[in-house]
């Protein structure tokens, strides 16, 4: 279904989407960058830059509450959210990235604690000429109920879902010819993953050594950005805390780059140098997750190379270890 939306449109699907849902919705803030938040009508950003906040928090968040130990012996899991959530304003990587950890958390043993929070959730796209002054977007390769994509003189709406297509029925049809010169542009303008591929081989063939992740290891500061920013990253540890009602057991974000890492008990610790770790940080997304998944756990998002602060994210690593080891 393909349906065509003016502004006042939008607005009046967003309400609508508001009633039956946590509606997020992007928002731009003092310092120019924009990030999902609860939506208030007036304060909706539909153009600029990336959102830098990862969105798959809404359903992996950064502390998540896993259950209650009662004071009388007895324990208690978190409630369902009462309202499905709904996030609006995902590009294509997100979009790629959110599929990517439900396959993760879905796999046996499901995770409930993820699934409970991502059950109904409606996701909608914001592709086109939606980036900093209007720069064009590549479109989503689905994975969303609804894609609103900007033509440059005014919206497409497509719904791919059943939801999607029930909140889009009453709006005008739109243009398919429109909407395929849009999907033709839109290959142009995607990210070039070929050198992941590349470093991804030369990393299978054991052909990048130790020493090549000393260099880089030792630029790092240990900030944990890279993996607290990346869509894809699911690692976390667990933390008890005790209040009046008991013990709070919570998951909690975890970043390969921290010694304590995989850090054991018994003090062994099969990631003890910064350089093993961060050749972790990258072979995981290159390599494990290519024999697991069958595909890169890297969906090019860029928001590691944005945030890191010693330049070490992953684009920026591939492209010196191919260009140093790319001819072996
Ligand atoms: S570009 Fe960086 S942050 Fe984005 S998916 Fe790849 S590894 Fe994660
Ligand atoms: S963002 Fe950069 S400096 Fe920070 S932990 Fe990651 S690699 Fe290290």
Redesign the pocket.
Known sequence: MLKQLNRADIDQLLATIAAEYQLQAPRRLNDGTRQLGAYKAAEVSLCGAPLQR?PTAAFFPQTGLLLTLNTDGSAKQPEAPQKPFALFGLDR?DLT?ISFLDRFFSDPPADDIYLRRRQGALLVGLTGFVGIDRAFQPLSSGGCDIELIATGTGWLAAGNSETGKTLLQDFPDGDPKLLCDLQKKSLHCLPNLSKLEHAAELLRQDLVPDRFWQEIADRCILCTG?NF?????SCFCVQDRQTSRGTERSRVWDSCQLDAFMREASGHNPLGTEALRTRRRIHH?LVADVVRWGEL?????????R?CPTGI???AVVEELVKQFGDS
């Open positions: 990862k990587f990235a890279c920013v990346c869509p894809t990253c997304k756990g890297c969906v090019g998002c860029g928001r590691c190379d945030t994210g992953i684009f």
